[in-house]
């Protein structure tokens, strides 16, 4: 339709057939009262003088109290015309109506001389060219409606002019009737109104191309600032009903019933709406279908350099039933300005389905002393940023205020390809939230979500990013961030998704950034089940001054991280206490690199990595380490797994260890059924700096196993300062098979740790090896074996070692086996070395059966002064011998 009438038009222009009679061009320019009013009929002066220039002075009409009605065959304004309504004293609102079949073309000045509001309404069109412009010191409302409704059902009607006009009063609507309302189109027009006042159209599409609509005060033809801002009120109607009239704000506006269907509205090549002023300013669109492309903007809030205290922007609401664009970098915009008092306005959308995309934003932001306001997009079914943005922030330095909340409530939302969904502060004040509920999915595929503290010469808190919905998937180098750069507190990222969550190279981030003092927030997750993979980071981490925040993760059914990570890291140079990873999960598997990492590399205790899997807990090539890094001061934390069955492969790190100033943390590891360390993996507790070794506990009601190179370390390392480390293992079964084992020495300047085996069945050690040692140039006492069991064998050069090889006294090795102990080319150990200062540990045996067969046994002697002596010893005996001690 549209593009039919704008044919026709330009048919029009030059010849037009109309029922058999042609009409030359000058038909068009015409303004042609009809008879319809009869002695109250309208008149045109032409070669008035209006306001110092020559006019044609529309007169006559119609009055009914404070209206003034016109009537209209034809009403054109030709270029360079400047047509106006006489305004006698009393009328407030003036009324015109053209009841001929053509649509209106206004190409010059249409105005009132006056201070009354006018309505034009011609069904069948209205065209505002390229020279078009409004002098009107009231509000303005053009339709393509039937007719204005008023109270008792009056109708001033353009398609039944025969209706009595009778004593009315207010207008409540626009009638629309069963033909389809003519298009109002705006080309290149400048259409402005005064301050305070309202700009409708009323149409059924309406086609902005190239305009400029305004509420604006001219000073010598230039805009300057208004202290009340005005309204900009744009409507399409596609069906049978009324359009209603009412006041917002003390300013006329339009307001849709639910069951009245709409039609389009399109701004296109740079086309501005502009209501700035220093208090109020509103645009409202409501359509079927709203696009605003080609650099089109709208724009609200507050001029800079104006200062009025109490000052409040107005808002710019969209409202389409079906579909809104904004595209190829349009803008809509509700800003404070700099230099400027007051608080910022909302951006609102509400639809079935939004894109913002190619450039696009969406604005509510201050860069003066007050409050940003809100974006809020309500869309039933989808949500798109594709290289769009929406954003309420703090943007300058010199600003003063609290950021706005971002909120998107839709069905689905996809933010991609460099998209940003921004909350943040700059200046002086709180940055808001990014809320989220999508109620099937939200994709992140390269675009972000973020609220931050941006500056480190800002002061403020940063907001949360907060998503609701029943899956997440973050990719593509997307990001979910909430991070302080500058003097206050990270914000949080908290997530519930009903189903699942996917972070396939994409983040979230909670962290204390360069430069900044203040805490990090926390990174909560809530869903069905989670997937962390290739190069995936969940951190919330600090790298300044402030203590690092959580990571809380609770899913429901399964865990994954496949090349991704979970940290909250106390970086190098940075003074804080690192927060705690926490799993709360059916099934946990961390693969392929991936980390869980409580780690302080900087000042300040490392925080816990807490594992709470109800069936099971799998590394292959993984880590979960809560350790103190070289050149840190602090504590590690502990390293706590809870589950069904553990299993540790392919060279996996769990690490409470320490390699700076702090003691290290402990590994508590508890299942329900079985633990299983296999291919080289490794738990170590140990001391590497100065700082006491941590404590490795393992309680598995089945069975404990470590294969193939695996081993679990508290030990005081070369060069280390402090106390080694226990290892405790309570459990039905321990095997140690081809295995490094379990090592609790020293070879620094410390005592060694015990090493406590509780085994209900069997303890089984083949080339394995248990070792409490203190090591070459070590200074320090040996800790004991003790090992608790119904039946231990030792095999295939496995060795149970409690020797000092340095200075202090070596531990003992103590077996209490129910029912048997078999050593079948097995050591055992309490051994003094050569070049070592203290005792020899026992060896004490208590079991009902022991089997020896090409055991080693070494114990060492010293003399009086407790240097070590040169003897060695070696009992072998043959498989024939079976005693009991």
Same mark, same amino acid.
């Given at each position: 339709?549209?593009?039919?009438?704008h044919?026709?038009?330009?048919?029009?222009?030059?010849?037009?057939?109309?029922?058999?009679?042609?009409?030359?061009?000058?038909?068009?320019?015409?303004?042609?009262?009809d008879?319809?009013?009869?002695?109250?009929?309208?008149?045109?002066?032409?070669?008035?003088?209006?306001q110092?220039?020559p006019?044609?002075?529309?007169?006559?009409?119609?009055v009914?109290?404070?209206?003034?009605?016109?009537?209209?065959?034809?009403?054109?304004v030709?270029e360079?015309?400047?047509?106006?309504f006489?305004?006698?004293?009393g009328?407030?609102?003036?009324?015109?109506?053209?009841?001929?079949?053509?649509?209106?073309?206004?190409?010059?000045?249409?105005?009132v001389?006056?201070?009354?509001?006018?309505?034009?309404?011609?069904?069948?069109?209205?065209?505002?060219?390229?020279?078009?412009?409004?002098?009107?010191?009231g509000?303005?409302?053009?339709?393509?409606?039937?007719?204005?409704?008023?109270e008792?059902?009056?109708?001033?009607?353009?398609?039944?002019?025969?209706?009595?006009?009778?004593?009315?009063?207010v207008p409540?609507?626009?009638?629309?009737?069963?033909?389809?309302p003519?298009?109002?189109?705006?080309?290149?027009?400048?259409l402005?109104?005064?301050e305070?006042?309202?700009?409708?159209?009323a149409?059924?599409?309406?086609?902005?191309?190239?305009?400029?609509?305004?509420?604006?005060?001219?000073?010598?033809?230039?805009?300057?600032?208004?202290?009340?801002?005005?309204?900009?009120?744009?409507?399409?109607?596609?069906?049978?009903g009324?359009?209603?009239?009412?006041?917002?704000?003390?300013?006329?506006?339009?307001?849709?019933?639910?069951?009245?269907?709409?039609?389009?509205?399109?701004?296109?090549?740079?086309?501005?709406?502009?209501?700035?002023?220093?208090?109020?300013?509103?645009?409202a669109?409501?359509?079927q279908?709203?696009?605003?492309?080609?650099?089109?903007?709208?724009?609200?809030?507050?001029?800079?350099g104006?200062?009025?205290?109490?000052?409040?922007?107005?808002?710019?609401r969209l409202?389409?039933?079906n579909?809104?664009?904004i595209?190829?970098?349009?803008?809509?915009?509700?800003?404070?300005?700099?230099d400027?008092?007051?608080?910022?306005?909302?951006v609102?959308?509400?639809?079935?389905t939004?894109?913002?995309?190619?450039g696009?934003?969406?604005?509510?932001?201050?860069?003066?002393?007050?409050?940003a306001?809100n974006?809020?997009?309500?869309?039933?079914?989808?949500?798109?940023?594709?290289n769009?943005?929406a954003?309420?922030?703090?943007? !300058?330095?010199e &600003?003063? *205020? #609290?950021g $706005?909340n971002? =909120? +998107? /409530?839709?069905?689905? %939302?996809? @933010?991609?390809?460099?998209?940003?969904?921004?909350?943040?502060?700059?200046g002086?004040?709180?940055?808001?939230?990014?809320?989220?509920n999508?109620?099937?999915?939200?994709?992140?595929?390269?675009?972000?979500?973020?609220?931050?503290?941006a !500056?480190?010469e &800002?002061i *403020? #808190?940063? $907001?949360?990013? =907060? +998503? /609701?919905?029943?899956? %997440?998937? @973050?990719?593509?180098?997307?990001?979910?961030?909430a991070?302080?750069?500058?003097?206050?507190n990270?914000?949080?990222?908290?997530?519930?998704?009903?189903?699942?969550?996917?972070?396939d190279?994409?983040?979230?981030v909670?962290?204390?950034?360069?430069?900044?003092?203040?805490?990090?927030g926390?990174v909560?997750?809530? /869903?069905?089940?989670?997937?962390?993979?290739?190069?995936?980071a969940?951190?919330?981490?600090?790298?300044?001054?402030?203590d690092?925040?959580?990571?809380?993760?609770?899913?429901?059914?399964?865990?994954?991280?496949?090349?991704?990570s979970?940290?909250?890291v106390?970086?190098s140079?940075?003074?804080g206490?690192?927060?705690?990873?926490?799993?709360?999960?059916g099934?946990?598997?961390?693969s392929?690199?991936?980390?869980l990492?409580?780690?302080?590399?900087?000042?300040?205790?490392?925080?816990?990595?807490?594992?709470?899997?109800?069936?099971?807990?799998s590394?292959?090539?993984?880590?979960a380490?809560?350790?103190v890094?070289?050149?840190?001061?602090?504590?590690?934390?502990?390293?706590?797994?809870?589950t069904?069955?553990?299993?540790?492969?392919?060279?996996?790190?769990?690490?409470a260890?320490?390699?700076?100033?702090?003691?290290?943390?402990d590994?508590?590891?508890?299942a329900?059924?079985?633990?299983?360390f296999?291919?080289?993996?490794?738990?170590?507790a140990s001391?590497?700096?100065?700082?006491?070794?941590?404590?490795?506990?393992?309680?598995?009601?089945?069975?404990?196993?470590?294969?193939?190179?695996?081993?679990?370390?508290?030990?005081?390392?070369?060069?280390a300062?402090?106390?080694?480390?226990?290892?405790?293992i309570?459990?039905?079964?321990?095997?140690?098979?081809?295995?490094?084992?379990?090592f609790?020495g020293?070879?620094?300047q410390?005592d060694?740790?015990?090493?406590i085996?509780?085994?209900?069945?069997r303890?089984?050690?083949d080339?394995?090896?248990?070792s409490?040692?203190?090591?070459?140039?070590?200074?320090?006492t040996?800790?004991?074996v003790?090992?608790?069991?119904?039946?231990?064998s030792v095999?295939?050069?496995?060795?149970?070692?409690?020797e000092?090889?340095?200075?202090?006294?070596?531990?003992?090795?103590?077996?209490?086996?129910?029912?048997?102990v078999s050593?079948?080319?097995?050591f055992?150990?309490?051994d003094?070395?050569?070049?070592?200062?203290?005792?020899?540990?026992?060896?004490?045996?208590?079991?009902r059966?022991?089997?020896v067969?090409m055991?080693?046994?070494?114990?060492?002697?010293?003399?009086e002064?407790?240097?070590?002596?040169?003897?060695?010893?070696?009992?072998?005996?043959?498989?024939?011998?079976?005693?009991?001690?």
């Open positions: 339709m549209t593009q039919n009438w044919d026709w038009v330009c048919l029009g222009l030059t010849t037009l057939a109309v029922g058999g009679t042609w009409l030359d061009s000058t038909a068009l320019a015409q303004i042609t009262p008879d319809t009013l009869g002695a109250e009929g309208s008149r045109v002066r032409s070669n008035a003088t209006v110092g220039e006019a044609d002075l529309i007169e006559g009409g119609a009914r109290n404070a209206n003034l009605f016109h009537s209209f065959q034809e009403f054109n030709e360079q015309q400047r047509v106006y006489d305004n006698p004293a009328i407030d609102n003036i009324f015109s109506r053209v009841t001929g079949g053509n649509p209106s073309n206004i190409l010059g000045t249409l105005g001389d006056g201070a009354a509001n006018l309505f034009l309404l011609n069904p069948n069109g209205i065209l505002f060219g390229a020279n078009a412009s409004l002098d009107v010191q509000s303005f409302l053009a339709t393509t409606g039937n007719g204005f409704l008023f008792n059902n009056e109708v001033f009607s353009a398609t039944s002019p025969e209706a009595p006009l009778l004593a009315v009063s409540l609507g626009v009638q629309y009737g069963a033909n389809p003519g298009a109002i189109t705006v080309q290149g027009s400048a402005r109104v005064n305070a006042q309202s700009l409708i159209l149409g059924g599409e309406v086609l902005l191309e190239d305009a400029s609509l305004a509420v604006a005060l001219l000073q010598n033809g230039q805009v300057v600032g208004l202290r009340e801002g005005g309204r900009i009120d744009i409507g399409a109607v596609a069906g049978v009324t359009l209603e009239l009412s006041e917002t704000n003390n300013l006329l506006s339009l307001r849709f019933p639910e069951d009245l269907a709409r039609a389009d509205v399109r701004l296109t090549d740079t086309t501005t709406l502009d209501v700035r002023a220093n208090n109020g300013g509103d645009i669109i409501a359509a279908n709203i696009d605003i492309l080609e650099g089109s903007s709208l724009l609200a809030g507050i001029f800079g104006l200062e009025f205290p109490g000052s409040q922007a107005g808002d710019i409202d389409a039933t579909a809104i664009r595209d190829q970098r349009s803008l809509l915009n509700n800003v404070v300005g700099s400027t008092v007051g608080a910022g306005g909302t609102e959308i509400t639809t079935d939004l894109q913002v995309s190619n696009a934003q969406l604005s509510a932001s201050t860069f003066g002393r007050g409050d306001g974006v809020i997009i309500d869309a039933r079914d989808r949500v798109s940023f594709n769009g943005s954003f309420s922030s703090v943007e !300058s330095l &600003a003063v *205020g #609290t $706005g971002v =909120e +998107i /409530t839709t069905g689905t %939302l996809r @933010v991609s390809n460099g998209a940003g969904l921004v909350t943040r502060t700059f002086q004040g709180n940055a808001g939230n990014v809320i989220i999508a109620r099937d999915r939200a994709v992140f595929d390269g675009g972000s979500a973020f609220t931050n503290v !500056s480190s &800002a *403020g #808190t940063g $907001g949360n990013v =907060e +998503i /609701t919905t029943g899956s %997440l998937r @973050v990719s593509n180098r997307a990001a979910l961030n991070i302080t750069f500058g003097q206050g990270a914000g949080n990222i908290i997530i519930n998704a009903r189903n699942r969550v996917t972070f190279g994409g983040s979230a909670s962290n204390v950034g360069v430069g900044a003092v203040g805490t990090g926390n909560e997750i809530t /869903t069905g089940s989670l997937r962390v993979s290739s190069g995936a969940l951190s919330a981490s600090t790298v300044a001054r402030g690092a925040g959580n990571i809380i993760i609770n899913v429901r059914d399964r865990v994954s991280f496949d090349g991704g979970a940290r909250s106390v970086e140079g940075a003074i206490t690192g927060g705690r990873v926490e799993v709360t999960t099934t946990l598997e961390v392929n690199g991936a980390a990492n409580a780690t302080t590399r900087g000042q300040g205790d490392a925080g816990d990595v807490v594992i709470n899997a109800r069936d099971r807990v590394f292959d090539f993984g880590s380490v809560s350790s890094g070289s050149e840190a001061v602090g504590t590690g934390g502990t390293v706590e797994i809870t069904g069955t553990l299993q540790v492969n392919n060279e996996t790190l769990l690490s260890s320490t390699r700076g100033q702090g003691d290290a943390g590994i508590i590891i508890n329900r059924d079985r633990v299983s296999d291919g080289g993996s490794i738990l170590s001391t590497f700096g100065e700082g006491n070794a941590g404590d490795i506990i393992i309680n598995a009601r089945d069975r404990v196993s470590f294969d193939n190179l695996s081993d679990a370390s508290t030990e005081v390392r070369s060069d300062i402090g106390t080694g480390g226990d290892i405790v309570t459990t039905r079964a321990l095997s140690v098979t081809n295995a490094l084992g379990l609790a020293t070879s620094g410390g060694a740790g015990d090493i085996i509780n085994a209900r069945d303890v089984s050690f080339f394995g090896f248990v409490t040692r203190v090591g070459l140039d070590a200074i320090g040996g800790g004991d003790v090992i608790t069991t119904r039946a231990l095999t295939n050069g496995a060795e149970l070692l409690a000092t090889s340095g200075r202090g006294g070596a531990g003992d090795v103590i077996i209490n086996a129910r029912d048997r050593f079948d080319f097995g055992v150990s309490t003094v070395g050569s070049n070592a200062i203290g005792a020899g540990g026992d060896v004490v045996i208590t079991t059966v022991l089997s067969t055991v080693h046994y070494s114990q060492r002697l010293v003399d002064g407790g240097r070590a002596m040169s003897s060695f010893a070696v009992l072998s005996l043959p498989p024939s011998l079976i005693a009991a001690s």
